[in-house]
């Protein structure tokens, strides 16, 4: 029988509170203990709120130290959730044993080559998206800040509908589509326009999706035109 501590790792508060990106996170590692003959989880999912730059993780510390004293393997639910940082990754290599959920078979070489590639993908778009935006300023083009829209507040309304899950889920989105507008304008700003090249440098950021999943062309186009309809 192979025992695990699972973590998973949100980067707000508000994703927090909200669910958003725990959903995603949780049902990977479920499905990972539920096909992993044999596998069973030692205490409840470890949950941090912590941004992905930032190494002083005191839950993953609690989750390392419960791995070291009961001989279990930590269980993490995606590698961009743990960190985007390779020397990261290798120390905790040199820490404790660890799973990925989502890549079940990879060896540490490749989560080695991935956290490269994600390390670097996020450097490059850093870079560009500030040089893009230092011009933009130089230029006195105004960027990010308060977009102007407020989830509308209507009692009769909601009372009439039964606070039905519909018109919950329709505020919900109008929020997350207002808050990410400056998101979005950096990108443009930085000459990313395709839905394509907006869910890759969303997904290289860490942006989640509403739901915690990963950005597609697709999600990327539904949520313009939420936008769109915001503005």
């Known amino acids: 029988m192979a025992n ?21 996170q949780e049902a990977l590692i479920s499905s ?28 993953l510390a ?8 009961t001989g279990a ?8 959730r743990l960190a985007r940082s390779v020397s990261f990754i290798a120390n905790l290599m040199k820490a404790v044993d660890f799973r990925v959920a989502e890549m079940p078979h990879a060896a540490p070489f490749e989560l080695h080559i991935r956290a490269s590639v994600a390390e670097e993908e996020a450097r490059m778009i850093s870079a560009r998206t500030k040089a893009a935006l230092a011009a933009a300023k130089a230029r006195g083009v105004k960027l990010g800040g308060d977009r102007g829209y407020r989830p509308p507040h209507d009692p009769v309304r909601l009372a009439n509908a039964g606070a039905s899950a519909s018109v919950v889920h329709t505020r919900n ?21 395709s839905n ?5 440098a969303m ?4 942006v989640a999706t509403p739901r915690g999943g990963k950005w597609t062309a697709t999600a990327v186009r539904r949520l313009l035109a939420r936008v769109e309809t915001l503005a």
């Open 73 to 80: 393997t930590l269980l993490i639910s995606k590698l961009d």
């Open 203 to 206: 997904n290289a950021r860490g």
């Open 32 to 59: 990972f203990i539920a096909s992993t003959p044999g596998a069973k989880l030692l205490c409840p999912i470890l949950t941090e709120v912590e941004t992905g730059k930032n190494d002083d993780r005191p839950i």
């Open 62 to 69: 609690q989750a390392i130290a419960r791995c070291h004293q």
């Open 4 to 24: 695990y501590v699972a973590y998973v790792r949100v980067s707000t508060d508000r994703q927090g509170k909200s669910g958003l990106g725990l959903e995603a």
């Open 173 to 193: 989105a109008n929020r997350f589509a207002s808050e990410i507008g400056p998101v979005l304008a950096e990108l443009e700003v930085a000459g990313v326009t």
């Open 196 to 200: 394509k090249g907006i869910a890759a």
